[in-house]
């Protein structure tokens, strides 16, 4: 197979651990990272379609609404409207590239509380917006928090979790994305009923800003960063809670310290070691698979669907409420991707969402193309409208069992400790520099591209689902510290790491 094979030895620590409490809790703590991010990604759109946040913010967009003969594709066509959505992505990017750095010195946990904070502030200046200033730079503040959470959230997931189970913890976090976007999209709805329910939806951000920096306090710090810190004691009591196996702990432990020894006295820049030649394939992965991710387009989706629901005839309350069934189907089929993920492996999931969401993509550009045409002058028939609703419903199912979560399970994964949080902050920077750069441009696109820009989709889809297929090892069940066997047994990539680096120390076989 294309993706080569592996096995690894089943008495390495971790595998025997217990799924204590713990565990559970600190995991549901960290992914729910997620939930500012989703809630961010949801609320823009819907608050785009509220009139009074229009005439105060956007009137020229109510003034095309008004015209009938407008080309529907290009109603929602504003550069200033897509800044307002594409600057919290902006503001990601810059903030995941300095929480690398950060996630060292402070460790995950602070970086969370952080995060939170920042995001928290962004809230309160987006409520209470009386100019467009003042709303972008409320969104500026929220993608800060998004940019540390989303940095920092991956990485505790993989350190915390027991291999076992890695890949449904992992997913928790793509959960709490599908939850945080569902509520955004549930509140849009209720709140479009108020002349200032914009105001309450943007402020409402705050809520789970709150719950993720409060609840961040009560766990602890994960293993790897509290042995990187020299704080070995409360390392040992911090896996003593979360693996619940006390004979595992002290060889774990003595990894952990090898490891993090061998690290310290390279004395390297991570962000210069990750670009050595054994590190190739871990480099490649974390600039291709958020790359893809965003080109599969469910992020333009999520944050445009009530406009993009309203360009192809539903009313203003019906766009809200289609993007609420999609974000219900979105939350469905993350909880399929949990069970799953661990049992069948990434590979299958992923082939099996790119080649779904390929059909959907096209299926939706003839739909359109056939109804719509170029022109658009006209709205689409409530029939076309439900089966265009049907269709990103599927769509989006795919994804969310495959290319959602595995985008963020893959990097936080695969790097060793020496270039961990190197290795997710270039992962996660990729992804907010791709996000912004399509949030800003996708209405300008349907405008010009018409039905096209779902075709466009497509095609990226199909290139990524074959890369996935050649280039991608299989991760399920492998400890992050015998992760270098699965580079050195791949067709492709065993040329770079014809041996496990010096930081990548195992557990001794018995």
């Known amino acids: 197979m294309a993706g080569g094979g592996f096995t690894v030895d089943s008495n390495v620590y971790g595998v025997n651990a217990r799924l204590t409490a713990s565990v559970v809790i600190s995991c549901i703590v960290a992914a729910s990272g997620g939930l500012i991010f989703g809630y961010g990604i949801g609320i823009s ?44 992505y902006i503001a990601g990017l810059v903030a995941s590239l300095f929480a690398g750095r950060l996630t060292r010195a402070i460790g995950r946990k602070s970086i969370m509380v952080l995060g939170g904070f920042t ?51 992992n997913t928790g976090f793509q959960l709490f994305i599908g939850i945080g976007v569902l509520s955004a999209y549930v509140f849009n709805f209720f709140s479009a009923k108020l002349y200032w329910g914009w105001r309450l939806s943007l402020g409402l951000a705050a809520a789970p800003a709150i719950i993720m920096g409060l609840c961040a306090l009560l766990i602890s710090d994960t293993p790897s960063s509290l042995v990187q810190r020299g704080k070995l004691e409360e390392a040992r009591r911090s896996l003593l809670r979360i693996r619940g196996v006390e004979s595992d702990i ?28 054994q590190y190739r394939p871990h480099l490649v992965m974390a600039v291709a698979i958020p790359f893809f991710q965003q080109l599969t387009g469910i992020n333009i989706i999520a944050f445009y669907a009530p406009v993009l629901f309203q360009s192809v005839g539903f009313g203003s309350d019906s ?76 769509y989006a199912a795919a994804f969310r069992w495959s290319w959602g ?42 405008c010009h591209f018409k039905y096209g820009t779902f075709l466009f989709y497509a095609g990226w889809i199909t290139v990524m689902t074959i890369f996935v297929a050649l280039f991608l090892p299989e991760t399920k069940g492998v400890p992050l510290e015998s992760m270098h066997k699965v580079w050195e047994q791949h067709w492709f990539w065993h040329r770079f790491v014809s041996r496990a680096p010096p930081s990548d120390l195992q557990k001794p076989t018995d």
């Open 319 to 394: 766009a809200l409420l289609s993007a609420i069934i999609l974000g219900s189907v979105n939350l469905t089929s993350i909880l399929v991707s949990t069970f799953i993920v661990d049992r069948y492996g990434r590979k299958v999931l992923f082939m099996e969402g790119g080649i779904q969401m390929v059909v959907c993509q096209v299926t939706i550009a003839c739909v359109i193309g056939a109804t719509l045409g170029v022109s658009a002058n006209e709205s689409m028939s409530k029939g076309y409208s439900i089966l265009v609703l049907v269709l990103m419903c599927i």
């Open 45 to 88: 759109g819907g608050v785009t379609t509220m009139v009074p946040f229009l005439e105060k913010f956007f009137p020229s967009i109510l003034r095309r609404m008004e015209n009938a003969k407008n080309n529907t594709y290009c109603i929602y066509d504003s550069q200033v409207l897509t800044a307002f959505t594409s600057s919290l």
């Open 119 to 169: 995001f928290l502030v962004g809230a309160a200046i987006n409520g209470a917006a009386f100019n467009i200033e003042m709303l972008i730079l409320g969104r500026i503040l929220l993608g800060f928090g998004v940019g540390f959470t989303n940095q920092v959230s991956g990485i505790y997931l993989s350190e915390t979790a027991p291999s076992k189970w890695r890949g449904a913890f």
């Open 405 to 446: 979560p595995l985008s963020w399970l893959i990097p936080s994964e695969i790097f060793p400790m020496r270039i961990r949080p190197a290795g997710q902050s270039i992962s996660v920077a990729v992804n907010f520099v791709t996000t912004s750069i399509l949030a800003q441009t996708f209405l300008t696109m349907l």
């Open 250 to 277: 002290e060889a774990e432990l003595n990894d952990l310290v090898k490891a993090s020894e061998a690290t310290s006295a390279v004395n390297e820049d991570p962000f210069k070691s990750i670009f050595e030649r």
